[in-house]
């Protein structure tokens, strides 16, 4: 078994829509970046390729490449998902949280869990999706921001 360990941080902006774990949250201001800035499965794509040995999705997906600007971050997973699966190994399960202060994400946790749940090809049992706050302190208490961490068992079918 491998162990990978993924975190991500985006500005919340007007303007743009609020993407978690797929899941479009309604709310005033949404996570500013090149791609959808799904802070939660950046945060997972990194994870992933952390554990099967690459570099970040900063490499694998530049955002100087026009091709991801708006990219759907779930269709990109797909990609880490399939990437690892060419070096052999497989996605076991995922423990992710957000820090948030807003929006609510409590009513939208199920909904990402089963996306990343697809994305992954797992059940929804071997993902889970937690979110707290920072209870007001720092950037994210301030609520400029939103942050994820993700960390996710690999098993390996042929130890390298």
Do not use: W
């Amino acid at each position: 078994m491998l162990v990978g360990f993924g975190y991500d941080v985006h500005r919340l902006a007007p303007g743009r829509p609020c993407i978690l774990g797929g899941v479009r949250i309604p709310h005033e201001r949404g996570l500013l970046g090149h791609s959808d800035a799904d802070v939660l499965v950046h945060a997972v794509m990194d994870a992933i390729l952390g554990a099967i040995g690459q570099r970040d999705i900063g490499q694998h997906f530049p955002n100087t490449d026009p091709r991801y600007e708006g990219a759907d971050s779930l269709a990109l997973l797909r990609l880490v998902v399939g990437l690892a699966g060419e070096s052999g190994c497989r996605v076991r399960n995922l423990d992710s949280t957000v820090v948030a202060e807003e929006p609510m994400l409590a009513p939208h946790v199920e909904g990402m869990k089963r996306n990343l749940a697809e994305a992954l090809g797992l059940s929804a049992g071997r993902v889970a999706v937690k979110a707290t706050t920072n209870e007001g302190l720092g950037f994210i208490g301030a609520r400029e921001g939103i942050a994820a961490f993700a960390v996710v068992s690999v098993e390996e079918s042929e130890p390298a």
